[in-house]
């Protein structure tokens, strides 16, 4: 799998590490009586230019996908939101570009 996924302690909180264009993060969604949010940290690895094709499902403010760092130790923040088993997928974009050292 060209991504390392790790899972904070909040149990909703997870960090992407891009080794390779990726074309989905997340799969299973819980039942559709339960509303979920998940805050996903993508970060570039050292060599960058690494690319996620989001699920068709995700509905993102004013229908455009949002810019995605490329920069090598890039990371950018998303919050995915649903409440109907992931058939309908709030994401927002809420920090771009952040540098890690």
Request: hydrophobic share 40%.
């Amino acid at each position: 799998f060209p991504v390392t996924i790790a899972q904070a302690k909040s149990g909703s909180t997870f960090v992407a590490t891009l080794t390779e264009n990726v074309t989905q993060l997340f799969r299973v969604w819980p039942s559709a009586t339960v509303a979920c949010r998940i805050v996903l940290y993508v970060k570039q690895d050292g060599v960058g230019n690494r690319t996620v094709t989001w699920d068709p499902h995700v509905m993102w403010q004013g229908g455009e996908i949002p810019p995605q760092s490329t920069e090598p130790n890039a990371m950018d923040v998303y919050v995915f939101e649903t409440f109907d088993s992931g058939q309908t997928i709030i994401g927002n974009l809420v920090g771009l570009n952040y540098k890690l050292p």
